[in-house]
């Protein structure tokens, strides 16, 4: 692998509401390399959409990013202007969220939304047209010259994911940020977009990051992972070794909880409890309370990241 | 085996109209000739992608909707026959848990109130009413200090916890699960997966669990039923469906389900093209056929009844049977 | 969904605070009214007629003599329960009709929907204005007019919500263990339309009340010697020259209830359901 495009380094973001203070992201640190899909894993508030948001600047008012460094191609984000940031946005940062319908004005066209896109970058109108043809051929949609013509509420909704990528694609951005692309979508339909998220890699080299709570997707799409809880990375590594060789509780046990597709198995594990409430997380290891291996230390002492292999990591005071 | 439920050739269409004097629009055909039986003490998975019909089969069988055509039998009765203390009997008899776990509760009663409240519909003593709620509770691992709270104040797989303990409180034979984990962190899924097996086994349950999770269905099924478009394109047992699938739409959904396993990125897939079709104007012939890799001329024309092809093993394709997906199911 | 009365949450808002300070102080003199006026609200004495403002009359006195600060003390009492009593009534009307046309649907929402379509298509003070010229001028057919244009509110906004609620799958629950549809409108839908119902009837009071004050003042609510504030109003406008305090000073109560319920139900409103649009 090559040196990374983007690196997060010790990432701490707050929220602030009526309710108080609350840590969303704790010291989170990864690198997405040039060319491969990283993914951010995890379940409700685990704070991988935070951080998405927090590279992207586009966190909510009362949110501040109140630690750390996101490098971009040399750039401190966090340092950034918002002029500056917004033309990183679009140009070398590009994003697609779970509902398309959200990000496409209804009243014009797809094809016009995307060649305003391409048009930001001083090309003729006819040729920005021409390129946008070409862009949803990319991206798979059917009769691309007919579908440029479409209105949002036209198409599908797997139609309309691919119109956003292929308004981020002609920008031609080196990072894509994917936050749930497919969650909303039909199985069918996810294996489509999924066939093209890994197109976009293979053929422009764009490197992705993919948030998502599905396990499947992270398997189905990963080059590397982390596994998000409460606010922390708790594991990071290659997708084998976290699936075939996970080494934090959490990440073991979800394995054994999550049903096998492959296999009419018995019993599954469960992992007791619920996702912890973020405004009263537990002192020491924030999983220790569902943790069966805890220790006395865990309800105590935050535990630092462990070195379990060849870039993967876990957090953990057991040895896993 | 008891057969519970028969659900006979059931049609329910949605007219769309407009203006004062109805203008009739369109029809959509939600529920288009379905039929399945379902015998005591299994589970029938019935999967689908949205628009398949399958949450409209639901509401069918708990007789929340009437059907446009056809019937439901339940224990041999007419449920849409039914009335009075007939109805009421049918009614305690078969119960339903719902995907939204926050909306399943009233929310301005507590969780005690929501759960006792089928109780004393069916005139339970408050001493009987007590015992049988704490019974419950306690089967379905709902802590007990939760029973004075609200919805709001508790966790979604809390909320679902309360939601199974009230199907449960009339000790039904048959209950209606229509996608009781997709709302719930994944974390919490595998408890009330486990919940729902156990108080299965325990009461003899029969389940009719609707999803659209294919890694759900098969943890939980016995046989498995297949929607696509308002029609039942495939019934068998879960390890004959998953192994040997008949229907290229089966085929399609099980290779383009993710699966928790890295290495089988690489299985070669069936993906199928394009969007299903709209449910206005269903393409005649067979429903597939517009994303079928395998259509042929009679596809387009005839509409395939679903015949047993294999003992047990009912799908509805014209060319069941000379189709193989061996290479492409990877189990 | 499920806002506690906390105090701490109530007292926070600051208009709704307001509100409460204002009907508090209202609702003080309208109970204490006896105690409050130095006369009794009728008292003539012709010869201390059209008197400005003076320490024995503090608001002055009317063409007959009668002392307009106790007049108008009294005539909170009448604006508070004339008020009340409409919006009770059209509350009971339209809360009604809109749970029945919402839950069953079908014809009877046509119906009810047409009836409240064209009560809310009618200006509602010139039709209170032929009711009440068909029934006669008392205040009992005031109630009766405004209550009968005005429901229409009611109607329409719990209609809306009780078939938003009728498809939630707590109800659907409800119906599938078997409960009667008399109980899920009272259990499982009328408790989740009350803030919203709430919210309504603490706007609506002031509307009464100003309703209830125009058809005083056009001689067809409450008879002389009422001190009703429209009454009173209309006495006055006669001598606004010579003796503008007539006019004046039943029209600031008039204004100082009004603001106080509007403010009591904006607060109302941002507290129990900030999303809820009226």
């Known amino acids: 692998m090559e040196d990374a495009l983007l690196s997060v380094k010790n990432l701490s973001v707050v929220f602030k509401t009526t309710s108080g203070t609350v840590q969303a992201v704790d010291d989170v640190s990864f690198d997405v390399k040039e060319g491969e899909i990283f993914a951010l894993v995890g379940e409700s508030g685990c704070g991988k959409s935070t951080t998405a948001m927090s590279i992207m600047r586009l966190v909510p008012k009362n949110c501040t990013i109140t630690g750390g460094q996101i490098i971009f191609r040399g750039k401190d984000l966090v340092k950034l202007k918002e002029k500056e940031m917004s033309s990183v946005r679009g140009k070398e940062i590009g994003m697609i969220f779970q509902n398309p319908l959200d990000s496409l004005n209804p009243v014009y066209p797809v094809g016009i939304q995307v060649s305003e896109a391409v048009l930001l970058d001083r090309v003729p109108r006819d040729e920005a047209w021409k390129k946008v043809v070409e862009i949803f051929k990319d991206v798979k949609i059917p009769d691309p010259a007919e579908r440029v013509r479409s209105y949002p509420h036209e198409l599908s909704g797997g139609m309309r994911q691919r119109v956003m990528i292929a308004m981020m694609l002609s920008r031609n951005p080196k990072l894509l940020i994917a936050d749930e692309p497919t969650t909303a979508l039909d199985v069918t339909i996810q294996a489509q977009i999924l066939e093209i998220i890994k197109d976009l890699k293979d053929t422009f080299g764009t490197s992705i990051l993919v948030i998502t709570h599905d396990f499947g997707i992270v398997a189905e799409l990963a080059d590397r992972v982390a596994v998000m809880y409460a606010g922390k990375i708790v594991e990071i590594g290659s997708v084998l070794q976290i699936f075939e060789k996970p080494r934090h509780p959490y990440t073991q046990l979800l394995m054994e909880a999550l049903p096998k597709i492959t296999k009419k198995q018995g019993r599954l594990k469960t992992i007791p409890g619920s996702v912890p409430n973020l405004y009263e997380l537990p002192a020491g290891c924030s999983f220790h309370p569902r943790c069966p291996k805890s220790m006395e230390i865990c309800s105590k002492i935050a535990p630092q990241l462990k070195k379990a292999g060849e870039g993967h990591f876990f957090l953990c005071h057991r040895e896993g | ?331 | ?278």
């Open chain 3, 1 to 278: 969904m499920g806002a506690k009365f906390d105090v701490k949450v109530l007292t926070r808002n600051k208009v709704f605070l307001a509100g409460l300070i204002i009907l508090f102080t209202v609702a003080v003199v309208a109970v204490f009214a006896d105690a409050i006026a130095p006369h009794p609200y009728d008292e003539m004495n012709v010869s201390l007629a059209l008197r400005a403002p003076q320490p024995q009359f503090p608001f002055g006195t009317d063409q007959y003599g009668r002392c307009v600060f106790s007049r108008v003390i009294y005539g909170t009492r009448i604006a508070l329960g004339v008020g009340l009593v409409v919006v009770l009534v059209e509350s009971l009307i339209g809360v009604t009709l809109g749970l029945l046309a919402g839950y069953y649907g079908k014809k009877f929402d046509k119906i009810v929907m047409f009836v409240t379509d064209l009560t809310w298509a009618l200006p509602p003070l010139v039709m209170a204005l032929a009711i009440v010229t068909m029934l006669g001028p008392s205040l009992i057919n005031v109630v009766i007019a405004i209550a009968a244009v005005s429901w229409a509110q009611f109607a329409r906004i719990v209609r809306a919500k009780t078939q938003a609620l009728k498809n939630m799958p707590f109800v659907e629950a409800a119906r599938a263990f078997g409960e009667g549809d008399l109980n899920i409108i009272l259990r499982y839908i009328l408790p989740n339309v009350l803030s919203p119902i709430i919210v309504l009837s603490t706007l609506s009071l002031p509307q009464a009340i100003l309703s209830t004050t125009s058809l005083g003042f056009l001689g067809l609510g409450a008879q002389p010697p009422s001190p009703d504030w429209g009454l009173i109003l209309s006495e006055g406008k006669n001598y606004i020259r010579q003796a503008p305090w007539i006019s004046i000073f039943p029209g600031i109560a008039l204004v100082y209830t009004v603001l106080g319920f509007n403010l009591l139900g904006e607060g109302l409103r941002e507290i129990l359901d900030p999303r809820l649009k009226l």
């Open chain 2, 1 to 331: 085996m008891e057969t519970i439920v028969v659900i006979d050739n059931v049609k329910k269409f949605f007219n769309v109209t407009k203006g004062l004097f109805k203008k009739h629009l369109y029809q959509i055909r939600a529920v288009d000739g379905v039929s399945f039986e379902i015998k005591r003490g299994e589970t029938f998975g019935l999967v689908g992608e949205s628009g398949s019909g399958k949450t409209t089969v639901a509401r069918l069988v708990m007789r929340l909707t009437d059907p446009t055509e056809n019937t439901i039998f339940f224990k041999g009765k007419d449920i849409f026959k039914a009335k009075g203390k007939e109805l009421k009997d049918i009614r305690r008899r078969m119960s339903m848990v719902f995907q939204d776990p926050a909306a399943s509760l009233n929310p301005r009663a507590t969780i005690l109130d929501s759960i006792k409240r089928p109780l004393e519909i069916y005139g339970y003593k408050k001493s009987e009413i007590k015992a049988i709620v704490e019974d419950t509770i306690e089967k379905v691992a709902l802590g007990k200090e939760l029973l004075n709270r609200y919805p709001h104040q508790l966790s979604g797989g809390q909320q679902q916890r309360a939601s199974i303990a009230r199907a449960l409180v009339l000790k039904p034979e048959f209950m209606v699960l229509d996608e009781p984990t997709s709302a719930l962190d994944v974390s919490v899924q595998a408890q009330i997966l486990n919940i729902l097996l156990e108080i299965q086994e325990r009461y003899n349950l029969t389940y009719l669990f609707i999803t659209h999770n294919l890694s759900v269905v098969r943890y939980v099924s016995d046989r498995i039923g297949v929607m696509y478009l308002g029609k039942i394109v495939e019934i068998a047992q879960v390890d004959e469906i998953y192994s040997s699938p008949l229907h290229p739409y089966t085929a399609g959904l099980l290779s383009s389900a993710p699966s928790l396993s890295p290495r089988g990125r690489s299985r070669k897939k069936l993906l199928l093209s394009g969007d299903p079709p709209s449910l206005i104007n269903p393409p005649p012939g067979c429903r597939l056929y517009p994303r079928c890799p395998y259509a042929e001329k009679i596809c387009r024309e005839e509409i395939p009844e679903l015949r047993e092809v294999k003992t047990d093993h009912f799908v509805a394709c014209h060319r069941a049977g000379e189709l193989d997906f061996s290479g492409i199911v990877r189990w």
